[in-house]
């Protein structure tokens, strides 16, 4: 069975920084593109950042470029999104997804983990 499960997340004021953990089992996550998708409350779910499997390609929607940086560890199975200079528009349910290299694909997801940006 395909799992992942994000962690990380909190209350943080704007300009601070969190780091965001994807622990993923049940499928070959070294052979997988992945991705970070989000929703704000009321908003539709719209996509972060992408990683090719190998994790020496990465994307990232334009309202995130330059603040976040994703990345991976295929020895742990792990996916990272690190976030810096967040913004209250941050503020969003973050989520790890199978195969959003470029844009939501409906892939496996997990509960998410929730990111406040707030003074």
């Known amino acids: 069975e395909e799992q992942l499960v994000e962690s990380g997340g909190g209350l943080v004021q704007p300009g601070g920084s969190l780091r965001l953990s994807c622990a993923a089992s049940?499928?070959?996550?070294?052979?997988?593109?992945m991705g970070w998708v989000r929703q704000a409350p009321g908003k539709e779910l719209e996509w972060v950042s992408g990683?090719?499997?190998?994790?020496?390609?990465?994307w990232y929607a334009d309202f995130v470029r330059g603040r976040f940086r994703i990345s991976r560890d295929n020895v742990n199975n792990i996916l990272y999104l690190q976030l810096n200079s967040l913004k209250t528009e941050d503020t969003a349910m973050y989520y790890c997804?199978?195969?959003?290299?470029?844009?939501?694909?409906?892939?496996?997801r997990g509960q998410g983990t929730q990111v406040t940006v707030s003074s």
């Open positions: 997804e199978k195969g959003a290299m470029s844009k939501t694909t409906g892939g496996a």
């Open positions: 049940g499928f070959g996550f070294s052979n997988s593109r």
């Open positions: 990683i090719n499997a190998g994790g020496d390609s990465t």
